[in-house]
């Protein structure tokens, strides 16, 4: 039981590159989240889903977009990288939200992106 | 415009000595609190939640934290901290009754403790 895995664990791009984080869940949860984590900042949520074939905006969504491919990966993508994305990235997945959202969300392990 | 304050950004102590890392959220009318900590280089884990019920919830490696309504606040407590302590202490809070999972994070505590 890996629990929530993120590939890769860190990646340099060029002002413009694209890339796509990739996350799975093994929990059989229904939620998943994006977050991103900046120093003096906490984490601040960019997109979630909370079941399969949904997604909705976080309080970072700019220059992101997400996939909830199925039940278990939620990938996230920059279509053209900036700076300011610099950041580590989490994903996260919870049971369920919808009726229960005070579950517990359990982190993966993060994807260290800097963009030149 | 809803937050989550961490009063704290660094907060060093002695081991075996207690601690104190201090959370205060703005004004709702409920909400879902919570206290993660992230070891270096890893994710964050839950330490504990409050959701309903009594205002003292305990949590894993021994540590507590309280609820206090009248204060907005959430602080997390350790009579007695260990080395292995030393990690980054983030609190987070769901607001309102709608469920809508989405949590909010303070700052970020960095807890240092020192032999």
């Known amino acids: 039981n890996a629990g929530v895995t993120q590939t890769p664990k860190f990646q340099v791009l060029k002002t413009g590159q694209s890339m796509t984080l990739q996350c799975a869940q093994d929990m059989n949860h229904n939620s998943m989240y994006w977050y991103r984590q900046d120093p003096g900042m906490g984490l601040r949520l960019i997109y979630y889903?909370?079941?399969?074939?949904?997604?909705d905006k976080g309080e970072v969504p700019n220059g992101y977009n997400v996939s909830r491919l199925n039940k278990r990966e939620f990938s996230l993508r920059l279509e053209s990288a900036a700076p300011s994305q610099t950041s580590v990235y989490f994903c996260?997945?919870?049971?369920?939200?919808?009726?229960?959202?005070?579950?517990?969300?359990?982190f993966g392990p993060g994807t260290r992106l800097t963009v030149l | 415009a809803q937050s989550v304050t961490q009063l704290d950004s660094q907060v060093p102590v002695f081991e075996e000595a207690p601690v104190e890392l201090r959370c205060n959220y703005s004004?709702?009318?409920?909400?879902?609190l919570f206290w993660y900590v992230q070891y270096p280089n890893q994710g964050l884990q839950l330490l504990l939640k409050?959701?309903?019920?009594?205002?003292l919830v305990k949590g894993i490696n021994g540590f507590e934290a309280e609820f206090n309504k009248s204060q907005t606040s959430f602080h997390l407590r350790k009579p007695s901290v260990h080395i292995s302590d030393t990690a980054e202490y983030f609190c987070a809070v769901i607001f309102g009754s709608s469920n809508t999972g989405k949590l909010i994070f303070g700052q970020g505590t960095t807890l240092q403790v020192k032999p």
């Open positions: 889903s909370a079941s399969e074939g949904t997604t």
């Open positions: 996260a997945s919870s049971e369920s939200y919808r009726g229960g959202g005070a579950d517990t969300q359990y």
């Open positions: 004004s709702s009318v409920s909400v879902y």
């Open positions: 409050y959701l309903s019920g009594s205002t």
